[in-house]
């Protein structure tokens, strides 16, 4: 089975979870005055449970042929291993090490060592270029953002 | 329209907005220019800079800028080095690269800014005459209409916009949905779907989810693909003469009459957009042209050139006709500037014009003064524009991640966001690997809330469901829709039983 189809049985599954809340477990909680009221809160949610996994079993059964083959497409995830998957996983990585060390470690140091790191990861190795660049630009964005949007960042650790 | 063209002229000729322009219509060439980042992202990453302008009209004058500055500067790198950095300048690369290999870069760079112009400012006067028309025609819409309309629209979105799967668009439209109605929602005064998590109660952000949805997944395919950010093969270094001669310039003028007018026609229609006018501009044209000049169309035809361009800024002013009158969004850059106006407490909608015309007019009038200043900008700057193109990948990537991060940020001031940030890119990276178009769930979950008051609220009036069939309008409007959804498969269907048929009998 191609991956699409596997993707729409996963998000057959969610809209399934989903419709079950909305048709057996949200309406418990529902005040007696609001019973009466010809709308719910669960009453959109159940008509959009019901259309979501129709058209889910449809895309599981293919019963529409895809007009794209595998080699027109952008990124053929069959070859995967030919491009260059690791690196756009320790990317990643990377953007939850800075959503985690964002507060503890102030923004322009979490953003300098952001910028370097992943030019570094990326294939960059003229370190001293990237660490000027690096810091030139935290510096300036948190001026930015600080001084001329007037959203607070805190720049520093918080230790200091 | 003169009283409305007045209030506008003295609105958007405020310096601050005549900077609004000229600064958004910089940015977006800029960053458009670069290969990956189209303007969808564009937009995303400046909507938090655009809410705490605070002025709506500034903000969406410089969402309007960022805009057309990034179809622009989509143009620039597809002549130059081939690389469109958007979908809706891949049919400008057809004859422009062509042109740039022959030494003419800046002929067919003059070319585009021309057709570019002409097409922007005929959707503009166009824009002009149409959207009032059409908003005093919705103003006699119900809710019941209203939530019609709404579901007309989304699937058109999924009929025409997908990637030639109409289910699989469908799909992404309802999981929009089935988002937007997390969290604490206008309608009802307790929270649904959150699963008890704090971070749900207030739903998910529309920056973050606009980010996730394009340009994280754009920026790790670029990771993934080294050859997809190549800066040209080879390209051509010089750009020397910006003249064209007169003869070229009588082949041109009926090409960008026609596609300002068909491009913006297009535009109009929800769903199909600057992208499917480029192409369709282009095909249109090479079928009308005469015999010698169809063979040069792909070799550097001046008029192959020329129509996509115009159609395309045309389509791009177009599609802002129903976002201006309706309130509903068209293409996926439409819907990130409905969030965007949302976010700034502007209903959008056919009141728009009557409520507040200033913002309306203003947004009108910043085309015109968008469209001179992206001439002045692309002729004689684009050569050290240009230079832009040679930022190395290993130095952009970071920089999109980063202001991706920043955008998601910026909104909510909260280190959460960054987290589901990445897994919802995690998520719409797979989905785009699967051919799920994307645009889909944005839009709906743009219109998510308004398709639910509205549903609502005709309920509440009708006291159930019966709204559908005693409203004729309703009815026919919600018919069509269901026609657009079925039709492209039925007609798969019965031209794949033909063809088997044929096979049988052989």
């Known amino acids: 089975m191609a991956l699409d189809r596997w993707i729409a049985l996963v998000i057959l599954l969610v809209f399934l979870a989903y419709g079950y809340a909305a048709w057996f477990t949200m309406d418990a909680s529902l005040p007696p005055i609001l019973q009466r009221n010809p709308i719910w809160p669960s009453s959109f949610p159940k008509v959009l449970s019901i259309a979501g996994a129709l058209v889910s079993l449809a895309v599981i059964f293919n019963l529409e042929k895809s007009k794209l083959d595998a080699e027109t497409r952008e990124i053929n995830y069959r070859r995967l291993h030919d491009y260059r998957v690791g690196q756009a996983v320790l990317l990643l990585a990377f953007m939850i090490a800075y959503a985690l060390l964002l507060r503890p470690l102030g923004f322009l140091i979490s953003t300098f060592l952001f910028l370097t790191l992943s030019s570094f990861v990326l294939g960059e190795r003229r370190l001293v270029i990237t660490m000027i660049v690096a810091a030139v630009a935290a510096g300036i964005v948190w001026y930015l953002v600080e001084q001329v949007l007037g959203i607070f960042l805190r720049p520093l650790p918080t230790f200091l | ?212 949805m394009f340009a994280l997944p754009e920026a790790l395919y670029l990771v993934m693909d080294p050859n997809r950010s190549k800066t040209g093969d080879g390209g051509s270094g010089k750009i020397t003469n910006l003249r064209i001669t007169r003869q070229e310039a009588k082949e041109i003028t009926p090409v960008i009459g026609r596609q300002s007018i068909q491009g913006f026609l297009i535009g109009v229609l929800p769903g199909a957009g600057a992208t499917i006018a480029s192409f369709l501009g282009y095909a249109v044209e090479r079928n009308l042209a005469k015999k010698e000049d169809q063979e040069k169309f792909g070799k550097g035809s001046v008029k192959g050139l020329a129509a996509p361009e115009a159609a395309n800024n045309a389509a791009g002013t177009g599609s802002f006709v129903p976002l201006l009158t309706l309130g509903i969004p068209g293409s996926g850059t439409t819907a990130i500037l409905l969030g965007a106006l949302i976010a700034l407490n502007v209903s959008p909608g056919p009141r728009l014009m009557i409520d507040e015309p200033q913002i309306f007019w203003a947004v009108i009038i910043s085309m015109y003064i968008g469209n001179v200043v992206l001439l002045i900008l692309n002729l004689p700057l684009i050569p050290y524009i240009a230079k832009i193109l040679a930022v190395p990948r290993n130095y952009l990537i970071p920089f999109i991640i980063f202001f991706t991060m920043m955008g998601a940020y910026i909104g909510q001031n909260n280190a959460t966001e960054l987290l589901i940030l990445t897994g919802l890119g995690v998520i719409a990276t797979i989905l785009r690997l699967a051919d799920y178009p994307l645009a889909p769930l944005l839009i709906g979950f743009i219109l998510g809330p308004m398709l639910e008051n509205n549903f609502a609220r005709s309920m509440q009036l009708y006291d159930g469901i019966g709204f559908i069939v005693e409203r004729p309008m309703t009815l026919g409007l919600l018919a069509i829709a269901v026609l657009l959804i079925f039709l492209p498969s039925y007609r798969a269907r019965r031209a794949r039983l033909r063809a088997e048929g044929v096979a049988d009998s052989d």
């Open chain 2, 1 to 212: 329209m003169l009283e409305g063209l007045y209030i506008g002229v003295s609105s958007a000729f405020s310096l601050t907005n005549i900077m609004m322009v000229v600064g958004g219509c910089l940015i977006g060439t800029f960053i458009g220019m670069l290969p990956g980042l189209g303007p969808m992202s564009i937009i995303a990453i400046m909507i938090p800079v655009a809410i705490t302008i605070g002025d709506p009209s500034s903000a969406l004058i410089l969402l309007a800028g960022v805009y057309y500055g990034a179809i622009f500067g989509g143009s620039t790198s597809s002549i130059l080095i081939n690389a469109p950095g958007i979908a809706s300048t891949v049919a400008t690369s057809f004859d422009g690269y062509p042109l740039a290999r022959q030494g003419k870069a800046g002929k067919a760079l003059t070319i585009a800014a021309i057709a570019s112009f002409t097409g922007g400012t005929v959707g503009a006067i166009l824009l002009m005459i149409f959207a009032p028309a059409l908003a005093s025609v919705a103003l006699i819409f119900h809710s019941a209409e209203y939530f019609a309309l709404m579901v007309l629209g989304l699937s058109a979105i999924a009929a025409f916009a997908g990637t030639g799967n109409v289910a699989k668009a469908v799909m992404m439209t309802i999981l929009g949905l089935v988002i937007a109605t997390v969290g604490e929602g206008a309608l009802f005064n307790a929270p649904r779907f959150t699963m008890g998590i704090m971070d749900l109660q207030s739903g998910i952000g529309f920056i973050t989810l606009a980010m996730a």
